[in-house]
């Protein structure tokens, strides 16, 4: 033994996914100095136009799919739609984190509601049903109002179904009925309708040795069941953000997360919601708690730590694949910034895909503007983000909205 240390290669990092967040967590990898391998069925995702080794295949193309696991040392995904079976045993040629038994869980509603109750979780009521007739059986039972939710394949509002009504019930029987008539089987779940006050989330990167930590808690805006503007430090009491906090840690030790887990939230005022059930609940002050649903990968919320806090959540990512400690989460500064998503709205039809940046002469405190290359803006797609700041919360979302009324003006 001479005290040297060996010389580490330089390790290969394989992406499932090629778009925002596999570009934005890629670029974090280079800068630790470690190469990145994607594969994405779209050759014109954001980071298969970057990448220097990329796969192009379909999600069922498994003898393509272990070729891109064999070019890497180690497999993080950016989204949950992909099958968990096939990718186990090329989880032995390369170790797949966060791992399939967790994504197994969260890409599943039905799974991830009931580890919230087997592991006393908050949750709201639910019930769920395999196919068209064990729902409408189920929903002959289950007080209105309440919410329908397709158990895989749902986000930004795709899949659900908001039921206040025996009307709106039969709508909705009848669409989901097609389904199975069209040979699409389909899972679902029922649960109940929260007036809900707040949405936070609160993300936490556990590394592969188990050490744990959380960035700040989030406070989240949606518009059309699309998540509009996140703000940092959230504007709910700090007794509530703790405690949210405490429950996100909980639950990426019960999945055994190795790697990033955001956790969403539901905030309801017990007194709008005196006839809920408490005991589904986390109670905090005048707060009902509840977990809505998990991510085990960077999250839309998190873009807002590539400059409110010390470390990004693609550097925490980053650093956990590649075995280097964790250092400050925590917010780098005293102001409040706020995060706005970039949709395809803000794009003309006539232009390209880029924007008129030079507006930013006029908007002093927004600190950046990330465009994701994405080619064909259209309604509700996300585009891009920027991350404005200010002295105060208020100064912070007029500034943010400011910029984006500028984008949205633009001839």
């Given at each position: 033994?001479?005290?040297?240390?060996?010389?580490?290669?330089?390790?290969?990092?394989?992406?499932?996914?090629?778009?925002?967040?596999?570009?934005?967590?890629?670029?974090?990898?280079?800068?630790?100095?470690?190469?990145?391998?994607?594969?994405?069925?779209?050759?014109?995702?954001?980071?298969?136009?970057?990448?220097?080794?990329?796969?192009?295949?379909?999600?069922?193309?498994?003898?393509?799919?272990?070729?891109?696991?064999?070019?890497?040392?180690?497999?993080?995904?950016?989204?949950?739609?992909?099958?968990?079976?096939?990718?186990?045993?090329?989880?032995?040629?390369?170790?797949?984190?966060?791992?399939?038994?967790?994504?197994?869980?969260?890409?599943?509603?039905?799974?991830?509601?009931?580890?919230?109750?087997?592991?006393?979780?908050?949750?709201?009521r639910f019930a769920t049903a395999e196919g068209a007739i064990e729902l409408e059986g189920a929903t002959a039972t289950f007080p209105?109002?309440?919410?329908?939710?397709?158990?895989?394949?749902?986000?930004?509002?795709?899949?659900?179904?908001?039921?206040?009504?025996?009307?709106?019930?039969?709508?909705?029987?009848?669409?989901?009925?097609?389904?199975?008539?069209?040979?699409?089987?389909?899972?679902?779940?029922?649960?109940?309708?929260?007036?809900?006050?707040?949405?936070?989330?609160?993300?936490?990167?556990?590394?592969?040795?188990?050490?744990?930590?959380?960035?700040?808690?989030?406070?989240?805006?949606?518009?059309?069941?699309?998540?509009?503007?996140?703000?940092?430090?959230?504007?709910?009491?700090?007794?509530?953000?703790?405690?949210?906090?405490?429950?996100?840690?909980?639950?990426?030790?019960?999945?055994?997360?190795?790697?990033?887990?955001?956790?969403?939230?539901?905030?309801?005022?017990?007194?709008?919601?005196?006839?809920?059930?408490?005991?589904?609940?986390?109670?905090?002050?005048?707060?009902?708690?509840?977990?809505?649903?998990?991510?085990?990968?960077?999250?839309?919320?998190?873009?807002?730590?590539?400059?409110?806090?010390?470390?990004?959540?693609?550097?925490?990512?980053?650093?956990?694949?590649?075995?280097?400690?964790?250092?400050?989460?925590?917010?780098?500064?005293?102001?409040?910034?706020?995060?706005?998503?970039?949709?395809?709205?803000?794009?003309?039809?006539?232009?390209?895909?880029?924007?008129?940046?030079?507006?930013?002469?006029?908007?002093?405190?927004?600190?950046?503007?990330?465009?994701?290359?994405?080619?064909?803006?259209?309604?509700?797609?996300?585009?891009?983000?920027?991350?404005?700041?200010?002295?105060?919360?208020?100064?912070?979302?007029?500034?943010?909205?400011?910029?984006?009324?500028?984008?949205?003006?633009?001839?």
């Amino acid at each position: 033994m001479n005290g040297k240390k060996e010389k580490t290669p330089v390790k290969t990092v394989g992406i499932l996914g090629g778009g925002q967040l596999g570009l934005m967590l890629a670029n974090s990898i280079y800068t630790c100095g470690a190469d990145v391998v994607v594969y994405d069925p779209d050759p014109s995702a954001p980071l298969c136009r970057h990448a220097a080794k990329v796969f192009n295949g379909a999600w069922t193309d498994y003898a393509l799919i272990e070729k891109f696991v064999r070019a890497a040392d180690i497999v993080t995904y950016e989204f949950e739609n992909v099958e968990c079976a096939p990718l186990r045993p090329l989880a032995e040629i390369s170790p797949i984190y966060p791992k399939l038994d967790l994504l197994a869980i969260t890409q599943n509603r039905i799974n991830e509601k009931n580890f919230l109750k087997e592991n006393r979780l908050p949750h709201v009521r639910f019930a769920t049903a395999e196919g068209a007739i064990e729902l409408e059986g189920a929903t002959a039972t289950f007080p209105l109002p309440f919410v329908i939710k397709t158990a895989r394949g749902g986000y930004d509002g795709k899949g659900q179904y908001l039921i206040r009504t025996e009307q709106e019930l039969a709508d909705t029987l009848t669409i989901l009925k097609q389904l199975a008539k069209d040979n699409q089987p389909f899972s679902a779940i029922l649960e109940e309708f929260i007036a809900v006050s707040d949405e936070v989330s609160c993300i936490v990167a556990r590394e592969l040795n188990g050490k744990i930590s959380s960035f700040p808690v989030f406070e989240n805006h949606h518009r059309n069941h699309i998540l509009d503007k996140t703000i940092i430090p959230a504007g709910v009491p700090e007794a509530v953000q703790d405690k949210v906090k405490e429950i996100a840690e909980e639950a990426a030790l019960a999945l055994d997360v190795q790697g990033l887990l955001t956790t969403e939230f539901f905030l309801a005022r017990r007194s709008e919601n005196e006839d809920k059930e408490v005991e589904c609940s986390t109670v905090c002050g005048d707060y009902l708690i509840y977990i809505n649903e998990f991510a085990p990968r960077p999250h839309n919320s998190g873009h807002i730590t590539r400059n409110a806090c010390h470390l990004s959540q693609f550097d925490a990512l980053a650093r956990i694949l590649l075995e280097i400690p964790l250092t400050d989460l925590s917010c780098n500064s005293d102001n409040i910034h706020c995060m706005v998503n970039i949709l395809g709205e803000s794009f003309k039809k006539d232009s390209s895909t880029q924007l008129d940046l030079r507006l930013l002469a006029d908007h002093a405190n927004v600190a950046e503007v990330v465009l994701y290359g994405k080619l064909n803006p259209r309604p509700g797609r996300k585009m891009g983000h920027f991350v404005a700041w200010g002295k105060d919360r208020k100064a912070a979302i007029e500034n943010a909205q400011s910029f984006k009324d500028s984008l949205d003006r633009t001839d």
